[in-house]
T-cell receptor
């Protein structure tokens, strides 16, 4: 059972390049989210999904796109990378228990540098 | 706007002592709170959670206290060990709203001195 898997672990982009950060979970969780973490700060929500085909914006969505075609995968696309997008990106998945709690499981992160 | 914040950005304790990490939240509609531990280079790991219908919840060596009157949350770690050194985040959510929308605090770095 791999949990939440993110690829790549490290990436360097030039300003203006595009790329996709991959996230996959094998726990059949309905909810998936993307967060970014900047130095000395907590995680900020970029986009989230409550199920296949359904996505919505979080706190800091500008410059990022997402899609959720399957339950397992939730890729994050940077359309035109900017230095301000240098950060560590975390993908998370979560579920509803019988009493509606939503504990989230996180991937190991993707460290992105935009030069 | 909605936010979750911490009183102390850093905390240094002696091995064996108890640690208390605090968190203030501003959204009175939040009814589910989670503490995460993040070690260097890793993703956050779930420690313990609490719902707003509870004041206290205990786990193994950890206790979370919730004071809804002043919108304050704390994490107590008993007999702190070197392996507890990490950054600790509180996060809030609303149980009956859509999942996947955690709002995180800034984080407190816990350093345990041997």
């Amino acid at each position: 059972n791999a949990g939440v898997t993110q690829t790549p672990k490290f990436q360097v982009l030039k300003t203006g390049q595009s790329m996709t950060l991959q996230c996959a979970q094998d726990m059949n969780h309905e909810y998936m989210s993307w967060y970014r973490q900047d130095p000395g700060m907590g995680l900020r929500l970029i986009h989230y999904s409550v199920g296949a085909g359904i996505t919505d914006q979080g706190e800091v969505p500008n410059g990022y796109n997402v899609s959720r075609s399957t339950t397992e995968d939730f890729p994050l696309r940077l359309l035109s990378a900017a230095p301000s997008q240098t950060s560590v990106y975390f993908c998370a998945s979560s579920y509803r228990t019988v009493d509606m709690n939503t504990e989230a499981f996180f991937g190991q992160g993707t460290r992105l540098t935009v030069v | 706007g909605e936010s979750v914040g911490l009183h102390l950005p850093t905390l240094s304790v002696q091995e064996g002592d108890n640690s208390i990490i605090n968190c203030a939240y501003s959204n009175s509609a939040s009814d589910y709170f989670i503490w995460y531990k993040q070690e260097s280079g890793k993703g956050p790991q779930f420690i313990i959670d609490i719902r707003s219908n509870m004041d206290k919840r205990q786990g193994q060596r950890v206790t979370v206290l919730l004071n809804k009157t002043v919108k304050h949350l704390s994490l107590q770690i008993a007999a702190t060990q070197p392996g507890d050194s990490a950054v600790y985040f509180c996060a809030e959510n609303m149980i009956y709203n859509q999942g996947g929308k955690l709002i995180f605090g800034q984080g407190t770095e816990l350093s345990v001195k041997p």
